[in-house]
């Protein structure tokens, strides 16, 4: 119940004064249950979220009580604690989390406090719940803010390290006298062999979240990643415990945010680190149409076109000429149906059920190809060479 001698407003803000530290104590606990990141803080650590938590509640009732937003010197201990988290690779979307989080605790400290009151005991207490979600609003902007910015500058300086010893590591290997003090003058911690890989990001504006999240999987020796041109370059440590099966959870994670990537990857490799980058380059040139992690082992086909002479590739691309033509000509479906047909192992049945057909459709189909192009589908060898055909029409290779 609220100070009947005050507003119903002023009363319930002397109310959850009088209750801050419980409040922050329920937020910090409601962090721990509900982030994994702050579950696995150190009590030192928690201890500070506590403190800022608190700080949070009396900005706001300050902030409400007189009737105004809170001043940028009042958030300057939440930017600068942003900033912080942001150095120690937190991750920001756990810490807007917790600032939500925060916002529906101190909803629910307001509930219990207008919980069996009067009509405007309840009228001021959803004025204050708005209140409390232009707080959540203001604040949750400026740390995001804070924690970018700072970010930025972090990626920038660590651009000018990576890239001087990801120079060397290519022309020295990991190994040299040279390339481990440059490691050491950068905080980097060396692995003896690594996977090269060109990490294609289709979505430009993602390149800078990409390369953050490369840099800080935690693994025992430091991901050494730069932005090229137009990809990313990426050294990462081949060791027992940080091997491919972390850079497939790595880009899994990715995934999971929305984030297509292809992980063009050579290796692993001790010496000749500049030859592996080059064949993670093909191998992204390779893929201009896949995502996931590929390797040039799981391109033969697109890699013997490339390395086909021009003449070659022409009459490949040739036998499917017509039926290519066909489709354009009769807006037909029969480059489909035998991109579905091979997908399925050759499986009329499975082709029908995958592009929701008849199957005799399919054989409609099939017998049509081989009437246009001379190759029977069905037929293994003549099939491949229909495959071929398709991927030189897509994958044309270098002009000679």
């Known amino acids: 119940m609220t100070d009947t001698t005050l507003s119903p407003v002023n009363g319930l803000l002397r109310q959850l004064q009088v209750a801050t530290d419980d409040i922050a104590r329920d937020m910090v606990t409601a962090y721990i249950d509900q982030i994994p990141e702050y579950a696995q803080m150190p009590e030192a650590a928690r201890n500070e979220v506590r403190r800022i938590s608190r700080a949070n509640l009396d900005v706001w009732l300050s ?3 007189e009737q105004r937003p809170a001043r940028p010197d009042e958030l300057a201990q939440f930017t600068a604690s942003a900033r912080s988290r942001a150095r120690a690779r937190f991750p920001l979307e756990s810490l807007l989390h ?5 916002g529906t605790v101190l909803w629910a400290a307001l509930r219990r406090e207008i919980a069996g009151g009067s009509q405007e005991d309840l009228t001021a207490g959803l004025d204050l719940a708005e209140e409390v979600l232009r707080y959540v609003d203001q604040v949750s902007t400026a740390v995001a803010q804070a924690y970018l910015d700072e970010r ?9 390290h990576h890239r001087q010893l990801i120079d060397l590591l290519l022309d020295e290997g990991p190994s040299s006298v040279v390339t481990e003090e440059r490691a050491a003058a950068g905080g980097l911690t060396l692995a003896e062999s690594y996977w090269v890989i060109t990490v294609v990001v289709p979505d430009r504006r993602q390149v800078r979240t990409v ?3 490369l840099r800080t999987v935690p693994t025992e020796q430091s991901v050494i990643a730069i932005t090229t041109e137009h990809n990313i370059l990426m050294l990462w440590p081949a060791s027992a415990d940080s091997g491919i099966q972390s850079l ?5 994670a990715l995934a999971a945010e929305d984030i297509d990537t292809l992980f063009a990857v050579a290796g692993p490799a001790t010496r000749s680190l500049r030859t592996a980058a080059e064949e993670s380059k093909t191998v992204a040139a390779l893929s201009p149409d896949l995502t996931g992690i590929v390797r040039l082992d799981d391109l033969p086909l697109r890699a013997l076109i490339q390395q086909s002479g021009a003449r070659v590739r022409e ?3 040739d036998l ?5 033509t066909y489709d354009q000509e009769h807006g037909a479906d029969l480059a489909a149906t035998l991109d579905a047909f091979i997908d399925s192992g050759a499986s009329p049945r499975t082709t029908a059920t ?3 057909v008849h199957r005799n459709t399919v054989s409609y189909r099939l017998n049509r190809i081989a009437s246009l192009t001379g190759l029977d589908p069905h037929q293994p060898r003549e099939l491949f060479l229909l495959y071929a055909g398709l991927e030189l029409t897509r994958h044309p290779g270098p002009a000679q």
Do not use: D, F, K
């Not at 917790?98 to 925060?102: E, L």
């Not at 500058?153 to 000018?160: G, S, W």
């Open 63 to 65: 902030s409400v009580a």
């Open 98 to 102: 917790a600032y939500r989080i925060g």
């Open 152 to 160: 930025e500058e972090l990626i920038t300086t660590e651009e000018r």
């Open 211 to 213: 390369i953050w999240r």
């Open 248 to 252: 497939r959870r790595t880009h899994q």
């Open 315 to 317: 009459i490949v691309r």
């Open 320 to 324: 499917v000429t017509p039926l290519l």
């Open 354 to 356: 995958r592009l929701y």
